[in-house]
C-alpha cells in the first residue's frame, strides 16, 4: 500500500513540475521582457490595488519576468559586473547619472512612448540627464520628518530636532549613508548634490555627535518602530510616512523648514537589453495617467505624471507631505552622482561612526 | 575507484562553491581598487577591532549559554524510549522551519515597549527597556542557534552505551561521579561540534544585531555587509580574519578533544 502511495505521489509531483514548466515555456506570449524595479514598487493586484504587471501582459501579450532590487548600489553592481541581460530597469536620479556615464544605458526611442508628453514639465530635462535621452521618471517624493504626537510636547519642523537632547534614546536615522550625510550636510550648510571628503569630514562629525541620542539606524524596520509608538521621531520618505500616518494616528508627518532632498526614479532601458520594442512598450504603459494613478495609490509616492490626478485616492492626491507646493519643492536639491573615492569615503566613515 | 567517482559533483560542489569563494575573498583581500599587491584593505580593517572583539565575546557567550542549556536536555532526551525520542528531536526542529528573520522578528515584537513581556513586567512592577542592548542581542542568538548545540549533543550521548552506566554505578560511582567520569568523556566530541556549529555561525551572523540591539551593539557580520556596498577589498580582509580566528579557535578546541581522548 505504502509502495503505491509513494508511486502515486511521485506521479502528482512530476505533473506538477511539468506544469510549472510548460508554464515557464513561451505559453502563447508573444515575447517577454525582464523587468527589474525596486522592492514593493510596483501595484501587485493585493486587496483593492490593481495589478498593472497583468495587464500590461494581457494588453500587448508580453510576458514580464519581474524581480526586485533594494539599493541603487546593488542595481549598478548587477548591471556592471555580470551580463544578465534586463530590459527595464528602475535607477534614481544620481545612478542615472553614473549608468550614463558608463555607457550601461541606452538612448530611448520617444517616439515609442507617446505618453512622455504627460510628463509634467519639472521632471523633464533633469539635471541628470538634461536633454532628456534615456529616462522616463517613474516617480518622485521628498524626504521629510515623522513624530509621534504623545511622545514629544514640541512641534518639530526642522533636521535639527533629530539632534533634540530631550528625545534622547527615541531617535530613528537613516540606515545608509547618502541619506544620513544629506541630513547632517544641511544642517552643516554643505550642498548634499556634490561634496568633497572635507565636506564629509564635516557632516561626520556632525553625526557623531548624533549617535549617543540614537535609538538606532533603521531602514524598513522603521515602520514597525514608528507605528507601534518605540521611537518617537525619524527621518525617513514622504511617502512612506503617509502610509505610517494611515496606520498610526498619533503620527505626523513634516516637510522641515530648511529644505529636503527631492528623488525621482526612472524607467531606463539598459545597453544589453534583449527587447528593447517590448521594454519601450512597458515604459509608455506605465506612463499612462490611469497606469500610474493605480501604482502611485499603492506605492504612495508622487506620480510625475499629468493627469494622474483624476485617479489618485483624494486623500493622497491632498497630502501635502506627499505633493509639497511648488515653493518648497523650489527649496529642495537632488542627488548627483558622486566619484567612487569620495562615495567610498563617506560610506566608510558612515560605518565607523555606526560602529 | 568506485568509491570515488560518487563523491565526483560533492568535489565539484566544493571546487566552485567553496573553494573559490575563497580564493576571490583572498585576492580582494590583497589588492587595492587598481588591483595592485596592498595591504591597505587589512590596516583598513583593523580599524574595526573593536567591533570585532564585541562580536566575539558576544558568539563565545552565546556558546557557553546554549552549552550549559542544551547539555541537560540532550541527555535527558538521550535516555528516553526511541519513540520519544523522535518526537523530542522533532520538537526541537519545529522552529527550525520558519524562517530565521520571522523568529527575530518576532522576538522584537515579544520584546518591545508595551510587548507582551514589558507589559508583564509593569505589572510586578518592574520597568526596563528589553529592546535595544547586548543581552537582546545574546538572547536572540541562543534562540537562534540552541537546536544546533542540542542536535550533535544528543547524536552522541544517544549512541553511549547504558551498561556503561550501569556499570559505573555498580562499581560505587554516584551520580555525579557518573556524569563526571562516564557520560561526560564520552560526549565531548558532541560537545566541540555543537561547539562549532554554534560559535562559527553566531561569530559572522548580522541582522540579529540590527534587530534586537541599539546603536552600541552593531557586530562584524552588519559592518562587513555595509563595506561591501562600496568597498570588496577591506570587506574581504575583514572576512578573512575573521575566517581565521575562527580557524584557530577550532584547532585549539579539536586539540583540547583529541588529548581528552587520548587521557581516557
Redesign the interface.
Known amino acids: 500500500m505504502k509502495k503505491y502511495l509513494s508511486i502515486l505521489l511521485s506521479l502528482v509531483i512530476c505533473a506538477a513540475c511539468a506544469t510549472v514548466f510548460a508554464g515557464c515555456g513561451s505559453g502563447g506570449y508573444e515575447g517577454e521582457i525582464n523587468v527589474y524595479n525596486w522592492g514593493e514598487y510596483v501595484a501587485d493586484g493585493s486587496e483593492d490595488y490593481e495589478d498593472t504587471v497583468e495587464l500590461f501582459e494581457k494588453e500587448y501579450n508580453i510576458k514580464v519576468n519581474y524581480t526586485t532590487f533594494e539599493t541603487n548600489e546593488e542595481l549598478y553592481n548587477i548591471l556592471s559586473s555580470s551580463n544578465s541581460a534586463y530590459d527595464v530597469i528602475f535607477p534614481s536620479d544620481y545612478m542615472v547619472e553614473k549608468l550614463i556615464a558608463e555607457d550601461l544605458v541606452q538612448k530611448l526611442d520617444y517616439s515609442k512612448i507617446p505618453n512622455y508628453d504627460k510628463i509634467i514639465d519639472r521632471f523633464k530635462n533633469m539635471q541628470y540627464d538634461p536633454k532628456s535621452e534615456y529616462t522616463v521618471p517613474y516617480s518622485w517624493n521628498v524626504t521629510g520628518l515623522v513624530y509621534n504626537k504623545t511622545m514629544t510636547d514640541k512641534k518639530p519642523d526642522s533636521w535639527e530636532s533629530l539632534w533634540d537632547k530631550d528625545l534622547e534614546g527615541s531617535i530613528l536615522q537613516f540606515n545608509n549613508s547618502r541619506d544620513a550625510y544629506a541630513i547632517a550636510m544641511q544642517l552643516c550648510k554643505i550642498n548634499p548634490s556634490t561634496f568633497t571628503k572635507a565636506e564629509v569630514d564635516k557632516a561626520t562629525k556632525k553625526l557623531k555627535e548624533q549617535r549617543p541620542l540614537l535609538k538606532k539606524y533603521v531602514m524598513d524596520q522603521v515602520f514597525a518602530e514608528m507605528e507601534n509608538n518605540q521611537a518617537a521621531i525619524a527621518p525617513y520618505y514622504a511617502g512612506d510616512i503617509y502610509t505610517m500616518m494611515t496606520n498610526n494616528k498619533d503620527l505626523v508627518g513634516v516637510l522641515p523648514k530648511d529644505g529636503s532632498n527631492l528623488f525621482v526614479d526612472n524607467m531606463c532601458i539598459p545597453k544589453n537589453a534583449q527587447n528593447v520594442d517590448g521594454a519601450h512598450k512597458f515604459i509608455d504603459f506605465m506612463t499612462s495617467p490611469e497606469m500610474s494613478a493605480a501604482n502611485m495609490n499603492y506605492i504612495t509616492y508622487a506620480s510625475p505624471v499629468k493627469g494622474a490626478e483624476k485617479f489618485l485616492d483624494e486623500d493622497l492626491k491632498n497630502s501635502e507631505l506627499v505633493y509639497p507646493p511648488d515653493e518648497y519643492l523650489d527649496k529642495c536639491y537632488t542627488f548627483h552622482n558622486i566619484d567612487d573615492e569620495t562615495y567610498t569615503y563617506m560610506q566608510e566613515q558612515f560605518v565607523k561612526v555606526m560602529s | 575507484m568506485r568509491l570515488k567517482r560518487p563523491s565526483i559533483p560533492y568535489i565539484a560542489w566544493m571546487l566552485v562553491f567553496t573553494l573559490v569563494p575563497i580564493v576571490l575573498i583572498l585576492y580582494y583581500s590583497f589588492t587595492d581598487?587598481s588591483g595592485q599587491l596592498s595591504l591597505e584593505a587589512f590596516s583598513?580593517a583593523f580599524?574595526?577591532t573593536?567591533?570585532f572583539l564585541r562580536s566575539l565575546w558576544i558568539a563565545f557567550i552565546s556558546t557557553l549559554i546554549c552549552l550549559v542549556l542544551a547539555y541537560p536536555v540532550a541527555y535527558f532526551m538521550s535516555r528516553q524510549k526511541k519513540s520519544v525520542q523522535n518526537f523530542l528531536t522533532m520538537l526541537i526542529m519545529i522552529p527550525m522551519w520558519m524562517n530565521f528573520l520571522l523568529r527575530i522578528y518576532a522576538w522584537?515584537t515579544l520584546l518591545?515597549?508595551?510587548g507582551p513581556i514589558d507589559t508583564m513586567l509593569s505589572f510586578l512592577g518592574i520597568h526596563t527597556q528589553l529592546?535595544?542592548n547586548q543581552n537582546a542581542v545574546i538572547l536572540g542568538m541562543v534562540y537562534e542557534y540552541l537546536p544546533f548545540m542540542v542536535l550533535p549533543l544528543y547524536t552522541v550521548m544517544s549512541k553511549i552505551d547504558f551498561r556503561l552506566i550501569e556499570a559505573a554505578s555498580d562499581l560505587g560511582a554516584n551520580r555525579i561521579g557518573v556524569m563526571r567520569k562516564v557520560v561526560f568523556p564520552l560526549s565531548i566530541p558532541g560537545i566541540i561540534s555543537g561547539i562549532t556549529m554554534v560559535l562559527v555561525p553566531s561569530a559572522s551572523t548580522f541582522l540579529v544585531a540590527?534587530?534586537l540591539g541599539?546603536?552600541n551593539d552593531?557586530m562584524i557580520g552588519?559592518?562587513i555587509d555595509?563595506?561591501f556596498?562600496?568597498?570588496n577589498h577591506?570587506g574581504s580582509a575583514i572576512a578573512l580574519v575573521l575566517m581565521a580566528a575562527i580557524f584557530i579557535f577550532l584547532i585549539i578546541l579539536n586539540l583540547f578533544g583529541d588529548e581528552e581522548a587520548i587521557a581516557e
Open positions: 581598487r583598513k580599524g574595526y573593536d567591533v522584537v518591545q515597549n508595551n529592546l535595544g540590527q534587530y541599539g546603536t552593531i552588519d559592518v555595509k563595506i556596498w562600496s568597498d577591506t
